[in-house]
Structure formats: C-alpha cells, structure tokens
C-alpha cells in the first residue's frame, strides 16, 4: 500500500478581467478497494458555486458557476489517497479465458456493449494488421497477447511531447510512431478491440518513484496520465500502461474511465471574450508518496474557498498552452471562448 498526495494545479491568464461560463471539472477518484480517497481539497479563484455529480460511466464530476470577473482563474486540486495496486502483475484469469481466442458470456456481451466495438476508421486494416502480428498460431495465451502488446508499444514507438490539439488517431500513432500517453492508451485500446476484447480509457495520474528520489524514470509524470483498462473473465479490468509497460502497476492512480479520450478531460470550460485576451495555461502535478497514513479531515458541505482551501472527506468512493503530456485546444475568436485542459 501507498499513501500518495497529488496536487493538480491549472492556471489560465487573461488580458484583463473576463467573465466565466461554467466548468466540469474532473479532478476526483471513486473509492474502491484499491484506492481509498482519505481526503479532498479544492481551491477556486475566483470563488465559484460547485456542484457535484456522477456522469454516464459512474466518474465523479463537479460543475462549476463563477460568479466573479477575473485575470486569472486558478484551479487547484490536492488529493490524499491510499493506494493498495499490485506490485506486480498477478490476478486469476477464468479458465475459459486463459487462452486467445475466448468469447465473452453473453452478459459481459452486453455489459460490455460498445467498449468492444472499434471507434476509428482503419479502412486499410493498419491497426488490426498491426494487432495481428502479436498472435502466435491458432491459440496462444491471452495474458502474453495483452502483455506483449503493452510492451511493445513501450519499445517500438518514441514518447514525445506534443502541442497540437487533440488526441491522435490509431493509425497516425502507427505511421509516426511516437506520441504522448493518451495517443498510446488510445492505440493499446482500439488495437485490442480489433482483436475482441473490452476495453476502455482512463485518466488520471502515474506516481514516478524517482520524484522521491528513487533510481529510474517514468514517462508520463508531471502531468496527467492515461492508459488502458481491459476485462479479462475472472480477473475483471485490468490496467495496461503502453507507455510504461505496466501492467496492473501500483503507480497508476485512476480518476475517470470512459468509452473515448474525448470524454476523459479533466478541466473544461468557456469565458466570454475573445482569442486575443486569452495568454495562455499553465498545469503542474506533483505526486508524491508517504510511509506514514494521512491524518483523517474533517468534511465539509462544499468546496468554494478562493484563498484557503477546504478539505472534504468521503465515506466512499490537454493542449492551449501547456506542459509535455498533454493535449492543446486552441481558443478561437468567438464571443465566447472554449478552454479546455485535457489529460496527458
């Protein structure tokens, strides 16, 4: 087990006061018997009127009314978790799933529903192609599939930061090779899928040992992370880091899970104005691990301090301008102007 505090800072400055249009932030893990949320803090300047809710696939969401004019608004978000991953991959495979090629019951069929179905034109079959290639005769073990597949994601294709906007296509990904975290997760999943398993995206952030001065690097700290759930019969979802190699790694820290990257962002939102007053977003995340618990807080009704943040406690549970990792949305000369902090 780890005891892990993330701090998630997203700065956005303007040329002089503007108003705010509301904002959905997703910011805040689900207590699970993996990881346990001890406690929450949310600073918002200017101060704002939250609300929260659970979207479509169960994530914890927050929107956000300012009231308020401003030059800046700064959005803070610190986390205080216990995480309880495994430290090396070891989790029990139905016996009709072990070996590739498997079928689904027909309620996981339906559970599954379109996280087994492709997303991306491939009408070439590029990444299926490229899927193909890790199957080894007619049957072959569904753990080394999912497992080479991972890796060599990791030793083929170069981790580069990117400033465009969006997140790339599979075949894009395939014909560069290289891309950020969420271009890998995205190749992993739709790579998968071609090959009939249910899989999904998920957001949130990578705990890099070496920030506590540990030997060795990991890509994909600093910033939100991403990577790939798949669900294997027995084992239910596991986690896949392409960019890494991870599988089912005590580093990962999960916020959100979705179908498409596109419904995985962690700030998004609209100020009225235009391109010109916008100058720019700046994002820092910092995790760090404690061999001590965290002190229990006390919770509160609602998160809307400006200055002082204030802590919640649960009973359960990217690129404009902006660091390496993550994603840009450029603003555009509208009266009312999207700004949008997408993971990594």
């Keep these: 087990m780890k005891y892990l505090t993330v701090r998630h800072e997203t700065r956005y400055r303007y040329s002089n006061p503007v108003p705010f249009g509301a904002h959905r932030l997703m910011l ?95 009408p070439q079959s590029l990444v299926e192609t490229w899927a193909k290639r890790f199957v080894k005769g007619r049957f072959m073990s569904t753990y080394n599939l999912l497992a080479n597949i991972n890796s060599a994601i990791k030793a ?75 669900y294997l019969p027995g084992a239910g979802w596991v986690e896949y880091d392409p960019t890494n190699g991870l599988i089912a790694g005590d580093n990962l820290i999960r916020i959100a899970v979705t179908r498409d990257p596109s419904q995985a962002i962690p700030i998004s939102g609209v100020f009225d104005g235009t391109k010109g007053q916008f100058l720019g977003m700046t994002v820092d995340v910092t995790v760090h691990a404690s061999e001590t618990p965290h002190a229990a807080q006390a919770p509160v009704e609602a998160v809307d301090g400006a200055a002082a943040p204030q802590s919640m406690q649960t009973a359960a549970e990217p690129e404009e301008t902006v660091l390496p990792g993550q994603d840009v949305q450029h603003v555009q000369d509208v009266q009312q102007v999207d700004e949008v902090e997408p993971a990594a």
Aim: hydrophobic share 40%; proline share 5%; net charge negative.
């Design 156 to 230: 083929e294709f170069m981790y580069a930061a990117r400033y465009e906007e969006g997140t790339q296509t599979p075949i894009e990904t395939l014909q560069r090779q290289s891309g950020t975290c969420r271009d890998f997760a995205l190749l992993f999943i739709e790579a998968v899928r071609s090959l009939g398993f249910g899989a999904r995206f998920v957001t949130g952030y990578l705990y890099d040992p070496a920030l506590d001065g540990a030997d060795g690097a990991m890509q994909g700290s600093g910033a939100t992370h991403a990577w790939a759930d798949v």
């Design 28 to 122: 805040r893990p689900r207590d699970s018997h993996d990881l346990r949320l001890v406690g929450a803090e949310l600073t918002l300047s200017p101060p704002g009127e939250l609300r929260w809710m659970h979207d479509v696939f169960g994530n914890s969401v927050a929107r956000v009314e300012f009231a308020n004019e401003a030059a800046e608004l700064l959005i803070v978000s610190t986390l205080h978790l216990e995480h309880y991953g495994l430290a090396r991959p070891n989790f029990p495979i139905a016996a009709e799933a072990q070996v590739y090629p498997f079928v689904y019951s027909a309620n996981d069929r339906s559970d599954l529903g379109r996280l087994l179905d492709r997303h991306y034109p491939d």
